[in-house]
């Protein structure tokens, strides 16, 4: 077990119908497993999709939770910048349900000299629009990534809005960039 | 032809469909002519529209009637991604409906690219099944031949700057409307309740 399987155990425990994922190399074992276990291939599964921005995510697995579905997102935390008002306006506002497992950069090994700018202050961000914010780490083991992520999208099911999930990989079995 | 007269004749074409509507003018004038259960106002989420219609479209039955988008040049232009999103993943019951009068009708009537681009070309080339139309008849007959596509279809509707005058703003609280159209999918489209 990885810790990336885990996370995509965790989606799928959480019970979400389809996972849409913008790219970033340290999600990429978290897409690979989530599109093996769906048994799909070349990142692409009937269950796991590619989009192309992190708001038009926000929309398309957001609709889910009007057909009594939950959708899931799988993204960088620099993409929140981008998500920030369809987050606010759409499924926080309407009460929707939805899952996001974001892995954390401009932490711990970060390399990049400026994601943190970004990075750095969207727990914060996220909370001061009303979004509950988990974070994972090191510290944490294996199971507790896969517990709670499926916690997350339970919780965002029972008070009716988007939860997040950070994960930071430095230390772990995975890569920070 | 104006939006609220093209509103007025997809209000009664949509009857039996999920719609999703853009923002502002386009929302408060569809409630105007008509108001209704079937009826998902966007009431800020700018551009949004394809994607959410897009989401809607995958998680229902595609035997149901199709989930219809009405969206603005404008908003459309503020995140056409929804184009190449709907061409690849490829629902067959979406029908995306622009309302193209060239300017931000709801944000001082400034000008939009659409007068330069050719947005029907670009739907067309995202792998869009498209037609187009000005006028309340061309309207009827395409967005009727474009029911039977069995792809993400795509109309574009050129109509005349301006907003109608007197209509209300649309003051509802968003739970209120994610009720009635979700009760309103339970209902018709035979959806159930999310569960954790």
Redesign the interface.
């Known amino acids: 077990m990885t810790y990336a399987k885990a996370v995509a155990d965790g989606i799928w425990a959480a ?1 979400a ?2 996972v849409g994922y913008i790219p970033s190399v340290t999600v990429a074992p978290v897409i690979k497993a989530l599109v093996a276990t769906d048994g799909g291939g070349n990142g692409v599964s009937s269950r796991v ?1 590619p ?3 992190e ?2 995510a ?14 899931a997102i799988v993204m960088q935390d620099n993409g929140f910048g981008n998500a920030l ?2 987050l606010a ?2 499924p926080t ?5 939805l899952l996001i497992f974001a892995n954390a950069r401009g932490g711990l090994g970060e390399y990049n000299s400026m994601i943190h700018s970004i990075s750095q202050p969207v727990p914060a961000i996220l909370r001061a629009v009303g979004v509950p914010v988990f974070e994972l780490d090191r510290r944490h083991s294996i199971d507790a990534w896969r517990d709670t992520v499926c916690e997350a ?2 919780h965002a ?2 008070t009716h809005r988007p939860v997040v999930v950070l994960g930071s990989f430095w230390n772990t079995d995975g890569m920070v960039a | 032809m104006k939006r609220i007269e093209a509103l007025a004749v997809l209000a009664e074409l949509s009857r039996r469909h999920p719609v999703v509507v853009t923002c502002a003018a386009t929302s408060r004038e569809l409630a105007a002519v008509r108001d209704s259960d079937n009826h998902f106002y966007l009431l800020d989420a700018m551009g949004l529209v394809g994607s959410v219609a897009t989401g809607l479209a995958l998680g229902l039955n595609p035997d149901r009637p199709k989930v219809v988008g009405i969206e603005g040049d404008g908003s459309l232009l503020m995140n056409p991604n929804v184009l190449p999103t709907g061409g690849y993943l490829a629902p067959a019951n979406l029908l995306l409906v622009l309302l193209d009068n060239g300017i931000y009708g709801s944000t001082g009537e400034l000008p939009t690219y659409s007068s330069h681009i050719d947005l029907e070309a670009l739907a067309a080339a995202a792998g869009w099944t498209t037609r187009s139309t000005a006028t309340a008849d061309g309207l009827r007959a395409t967005f009727t031949e474009l029911l039977d596509v069995e792809k993400p279809a795509f109309l574009h509707v050129r109509i005349e700057p301006g907003n109608a005058p007197d209509v209300a703003k649309l003051l509802l609280d968003p739970v209120s409307l994610r009720d009635r159209f979700a009760r309103w999918l339970r209902d018709e489209h035979l959806v159930t309740a999310v569960k954790a």
């Open positions: 019970n119908v389809k999709t989009l192309s921005r708001e038009e926000v929309g398309v697995m957001g609709a889910f939770a009007l057909t009594g579905a939950l959708g008002t369809a306006t759409f506002s309407y009460h929707l349900p999208g339970v099911v029972m």
